[in-house]
């Protein structure tokens, strides 16, 4: 196997491992084997060309080609010139997956469902990472800096994960990118052959004595480059923020995995802006509906239920979907000697509220509704497909109205084993005090219901909790923990805190998140407003199902059979809709939006719960996320540019003093002018020599720089005054000399074609300047430190020293 094949592969491989860290934000995550095949393309090409061989841009060219061509055929087909000729309607068609794979990564959580604009997102970034690393790595010879776009591939997924990057991956990605630097040095030594040793390399060019600078050798420059991107990956996933709600920071709602039969819905948290919405000053009206039941007051409208609790954050459970089917299926564990009514309710939602999960009263039996909905038996939810929301839908939902008794609850059996190993696992860091304190809560309890009521009235009531929206929304073990010691938060540390509590008692629990019942109006409609919305507690009695308990105070309506004093009653006939139940939306203003200031400040303004999914900050990444990842990204990518800036601010310095006084400021001044020009040579090919003489220095300068006119007769005039400034007693000052360096510059410029012009403006020679002045910055303070630790040493061991006397 040739140097470059093997090289070719050490870039591909090297590309592959570091897009690993990228794998558990996605599921499932076939993406990868797309990517892998279109950088195999991509290399394959690359090799082809350079065994041609092509000229370096043209190889670059037809890489990028070729890839144009392998993603159009995945992703755009439909759109092509005979199937995979990119025309117009295939950049169309791109812009639009990329919108939707934007819109996809602020709503999903990690890991998000491997939808078609996500998975064009990653595979386009993968394989850009990987033409940039062959290009550098093969294509010209520099694999040392292609650590940087993989670096920059690693930090932004380690960023992301929020910890899903761990070790492993990054031992991952560090290990491709030591093969590429392996790769790289057997092939150099193949063509030059191993290095003895011998005389150092100096430090500047033009000279042929060592001067005891260190070499600069290709592998040194590669480890001290893998060094600082080991570093830096190191560091850069602890300066950006975790995310837990979404892939940057903020989820609304969910999706599936696919469409037609079957499918997957992803995980989700849908209570990530819950605590902004929480602190609107004004509420705002995002559904409205009109409902037969005789009393409202417990029918919670129910969005998505959080079933998983990994020690980080509630959230969904990855599940099959289905079609949405005319009947729902009967409710699990619901037995028909419970007290039952049926409730039919119609609603619709505002245009400004927009999210993929459907509200509806739990548990519901039917549901109209036109779009593309898909239902999740599991949790009993509906979830929109391909772009479905809930803007401006008008649905009719029909769901029972259940009320156990007390005695029922009391009296019910043990959950299915499946169901109770399922929504009883804790996980194992969950803090001791956490079981402690529902043990000492609800001591004295016979069974479950009672443990259960015990728990929602020490929370609500007896246990000296406070309701306050500005306690920041933790949801892991340590905020549990935390919560129950500082005894104030909102719905979401109450209902997390109680469902942790109860699993850990052995009660099958979960977390639902909706909205309150809303307010009634005055033509008998209800209206569902933005801080209506709430989370609260499912948990699970045989006979009776998931059953709802309130824990957070002053917040929602308790249960009647928690209560004392159970309702009674008989069951009505099955609910018919009414004819003027056409609910519309209004702009007329809910009573919370007629509160004055000073009402909503004392807490009279009614429920002030918000809901993950609205309009003004329910979806999008969030601002200071995508600071953060902006910020660092930049970073990374302007490392390359340091040398122009660098080389910018020398230039500034070397030609801005002001004008000389004395004689040795016009001799300071005038080689301070001479460097520049040696400079500006070397930057456009011209290394310096400096052996020469000034004006032995000029005439090669002028020969090898292809000057002429004005410009070679500019440097001829500025290294008279240079030898004037050197030998004369008294140097005259030189009048014009910015001018005449600004001249020269010109010349070269001009003389120079475009990829050396190129070179001279973004990655001036005259910049290993730079290197070598730190070098031996470097080498000086390490001298001095070792001159003065061996003489602290020295003096250190003195008093021990035996005296020749002594000795003798």
């Not at 007329?588 to 200031?597: D, G, I």
């Not at 475009?754 to 730079?770: H, V």
Request: with cysteine; hydrophobic share 40%.
């Amino acid at each position: 196997m040739s140097g470059r094949t093997r090289l070719t592969l050490a870039a591909w491989g090297a590309t592959l491992m570091a897009a690993g860290a990228l794998l558990p934000l996605v599921k499932p995550a076939t993406w990868i084997f797309t990517a892998a095949f279109i950088l195999a393309l991509v290399s394959g090409v690359g090799t082809l060309a350079r065994r041609a061989p092509l000229a370096r841009p043209l190889t670059l060219l037809a890489q990028v080609a070729v890839t144009l061509l392998a993603l159009t055929v995945i992703f755009a087909h439909e759109q092509a010139i005979l199937g995979f000729l990119p025309g117009p309607q295939v950049f169309t068609h791109a812009l639009d997956l990329f919108t939707a794979g934007a819109e996809d990564v602020g709503r999903y959580a990690i890991p998000a469902p491997d939808t078609e604009g996500i998975r064009l997102m990653l595979v386009g970034g993968v394989v850009a990472i990987g033409l940039i690393v062959d290009a550098l790595a093969v294509t010209f010879r520099k694999a040392a800096p292609a650590g940087l776009p993989l670096l920059a591939l690693y930090s932004v997924a380690a960023g992301l994960s929020g910890g899903g990057a761990g070790w492993l991956w990054f031992l991952l990605a560090a290990t491709g990118y030591l093969l590429l630097l392996l790769a790289e040095g057997r092939d150099r030594l193949s063509a030059w052959g191993r290095v003895f040793g011998g005389a150092q390399r100096s430090g500047r060019p033009g000279s042929s004595v060592a001067s005891g600078g260190a070499a600069f050798a290709p592998a040194r420059t590669g480890r001290r480059i893998g060094a600082v991107a080991m570093g830096v990956a190191m560091v850069v996933p602890f300066a950006l923020p975790g995310f837990t709600g979404g892939l940057f920071g903020s989820g609304d709602g969910e999706g599936t995995g696919g469409t037609g039969k079957g499918g997957t819905i992803s995980a989700v948290n849908p209570l990530v802006s819950l605590q902004d919405n929480l602190r609107q000053p004004e509420d705002r009206e995002v559904l409205r509906y009109r409902t037969n039941a005789r009393d409202n007051s417990g029918m919670y409208l129910r969005l998505v239920a959080l079933d998983q609790f990994d020690g980080t954050s509630w959230k969904s459970s990855v599940r099959p979907i289905e079609d949405v089917p005319k009947q729902l299926p009967w409710p699990e564990g619901l037995s028909q000697s419970v007290r039952l009514t049926e409730v039919t309710s119609n609603f619709v939602a505002s245009e400004g509220y927009e999210q993929k999960w459907l509200p509806m009263p739990y548990p519901a039996g039917r549901v109209d509704i036109d779009g593309r909905w898909r239902y999740e038996p599991a949790g009993r939810m509906l979830v929109g497909d391909d772009k479905q929301t809930t803007r401006g839908a008008r649905y009719t939902v029909s769901s029972l109205d259940v009320q156990p008794t007390s005695g029922q609850l009391a009296a019910s059996g043990d959950a299915p084993e499946k169901l109770r190993r399922e929504y009883t696992k804790v996980p194992a860091s969950l803090p001791a005090d956490v079981k402690a304190t529902a043990l000492e809560v609800t001591r004295g309890a016979r069974n479950d219901y009672e443990q259960a009521v015990k728990l929602q009235d020490w929370f609500a009531r007896d246990g000296g909790f406070r309701y306050d929206v500005e306690v920041e929304s933790g949801t892991g073990v340590q905020a549990i923990s935390r919560f129950l010691k500082d005894k104030e938060g909102f719905c979401v540390h109450f209902s997390f805190s109680m469902a942790a509590m109860a699993r850990s008692l052995g009660i099958p629990a979960r977390v639902a998140v909706g909205f309150m019942p809303g307010t009634t109006q005055t033509d008998g409609s209800v209206s569902v407003g933005i801080r209506d919305a709430h989370a609260w507690p499912e948990l699970y009695f045989e006979g009776a199902g998931w059953t709802r308990f309130e824990p957070t105070p002053s917040r929602g309506s308790t249960p009647a059979y928690t209560q004392d004093n159970t309702p009674s009653g008989s069951a009505t006939g099955p609910a018919q809709p009414q004819q003027s139940a056409s609910a519309q939306p209004s702009a007329a203003p809910s009573a919370s939006e007629s509160c004055t200031p000073q009402e909503r400040k004392l807490g009279g303004c009614g429920p002030e719960e918000a809901l993950a999914g609205a309009e003004s900050s329910g979806g999008g990444p969030n601002p200071l996320t995508v600071v953060l990842i902006v910020v660092a990204a930049l970073a990374v990518l302007t490392l390359p540019l340091l040398p122009l800036l660098w080389r910018t601010r020398v230039r500034a310095r070397r030609l801005g003093s002001a004008g000389a006084r004395g004689p040795e400021e016009t001799a300071a001044r005038t080689l301070a002018v001479w460097q520049e020009i040696n400079d500006t040579a070397w930057d456009y090919g011209v290394e310096p020599d400096e052996s020469q003489t000034p004006r032995r220095t000029a005439a090669r300068i002028v020969r090898l720089g292809e000057l002429a006119g004005e410009p070679a007769d500019a440097v001829h005039r500025v290294a008279r005054a240079v030898e004037e400034a050197l030998y004369a007693p008294n140097p005259r000052p030189a009048a014009g000399l910015t001018e005449e360096a600004a001249r020269i510059r010109a010349g070269f410029h001009t003389a120079a074609d475009r990829r050396t012009r190129l070179r001279a403006t973004l990655a001036p020679r005259s910049a290993a300047r730079l290197r070598w002045s730190t070098a031996a910055r470097w080498s000086e303070t390490t001298t001095r430190w070792s001159v003065q630790r061996h003489a602290l040493v020295a003096r250190a061991t003195l008093p021990f020293r035996r005296t020749p006397r002594e000795t003798g």
